[in-house]
């Protein structure tokens, strides 16, 4: 399941005394640690809701309250988007016309 996320070795490199890392150690130690902080920030919002243990009694009703945290967590996020005045969802519809225009100005 893993190796199918692209997670096989996310470990992030170390330097030895002495051996500072390479350059490619550290782009490659600065991608785990972009998609990391992606993940951990939605986990520790939820975990501030009161989400840090699910107490049911079964998979079923507890996948139910992961569900309802999620969803909760997302609205939160949503809200907070839209009183900063980010519309997270608007993407301006552009014609036709308007794509002929912008590639003959170019």
Do not use: W
């Not at 893993?2 to 782009?27: H, I, N, T, W, Y």
């Not at 998609?35 to 507890?62: C, D, L």
């Not at 608007?90 to 036709?96: D, L, R, S």
Request: glycine share 6%; hydrophobic share 45%; aromatic share 6%.
């Amino acid at each position: 399941m893993l190796q199918v996320l692209g997670f096989v070795d996310a470990m992030q490199r170390r330097a030895q005394p002495g051996q500072p890392l390479s350059e490619c150690q550290k782009r490659r130690n600065q991608r785990i640690a972009s998609k990391r902080a992606r993940v951990e920030h939605a986990f520790a919002g939820i975990r501030h809701m009161g989400g840090k243990f699910v107490r049911t009694i079964g998979q079923a009703r507890a996948t139910v309250a992961m569900t309802m945290m999620a969803a909760c967590y997302n609205l939160k996020r949503l809200a907070s988007f839209l009183e900063r005045g980010v519309d997270a969802f608007f993407k301006p519809a552009t014609t036709k016309a308007q794509v002929r225009l912008q590639t003959a100005k170019a």
